[in-house]
């Protein structure tokens, strides 16, 4: 599951960071990743160890081993939406729109690789913590069907549906994303995958801005590794943040 956020300007007119050239920017998924990926690689050899001593049952060391990584992988996660959160208070940002697509990330089957990186990701406590944040602080807290965001193309305007499971259908869209990280539009022009499905979420909030937003913000996004944070704090000027863990 992909969770993509945009943060608004308070009371007056809407102004999301996108519409500033350098103002938006993505949160790094490789952290997490590695994360995964060592836990999976550990876990490997402690259960070939098991197989070779015929040992049945969960290990001490696979225990300790699962708590780490669920540690870890949680903590990630709270940093973001700290983060988060901190962003639209220093910046005086009133709403914060979170897309959201209940179960995704535990139901599909991306190959075994894609699998461990992916869905062992407990995006489901991302709301929950989101909406306590807010609610502590005084920000609004919106969720928002995410359905088709990624297949329409923000800088096209294309109408973006809602996906009904009882009677699926099939929708034109104005291009579609090409590569890893890059959506081509109709222009031919390319832009960041994460942030054109991010902007859709926005425009699909039906908030008024969204519409004014440039190409050129969705092009050369800001990466940032919130582990790297914690020994130095820049500052950041963005007025919207796309998160996507992918």
Aim: proline content about 4%.
């Amino acid at each position: 599951m992909a969770f993509s956020h945009w943060a608004e300007k308070g009371e007056g007119e809407l102004k999301p960071t996108v519409s500033i050239i350098w103002a938006s920017f993505l949160v790094d998924a490789p952290p997490i990743k590695s994360i995964n990926q060592w836990f999976n690689k550990r876990n490997a050899q402690l259960q070939y160890i098991k197989d070779t001593l015929l040992i049945k049952g969960i290990t001490n060391q696979q225990v300790k081993l699962t708590a780490k990584h669920n540690n870890q992988v949680r903590d990630y996660l709270n940093k973001t939406a700290r983060f988060m959160v901190n962003h639209c208070i220093q910046n005086s940002i009133a709403n914060l729109i979170l897309g959201y697509n209940p179960g995704i990330k535990q139901e599909i089957n991306i190959g075994g690789c894609n699998n461990q990186n992916f869905v062992q990701i407990p995006f489901h406590t991302l709301p929950s913590a989101y909406k306590a944040m807010c609610e502590r602080y005084g920000l609004n807290y919106q969720e928002q069907d995410e359905s088709y965001t990624s297949k329409a193309s923000a800088p096209d305007g294309d109408e973006i549906p809602v996906y009904n499971a009882e009677n699926p259908k099939e929708y034109q869209f104005s291009d579609k994303r090409i590569q890893r990280g890059f959506y081509r539009t109709k222009s031919a022009h390319l832009v960041n995958a994460d942030l054109n499905g991010s902007l859709n979420i926005g425009r699909k909030s039906k908030h008024e801005g969204f519409n004014r937003v440039s190409r050129g913000s969705l092009t050369a996004p800001r990466r940032i590794n919130l582990l790297k944070l914690e020994r130095k704090t820049p500052s950041y000027m963005a007025v919207a943040l796309l998160c996507s863990i992918l």
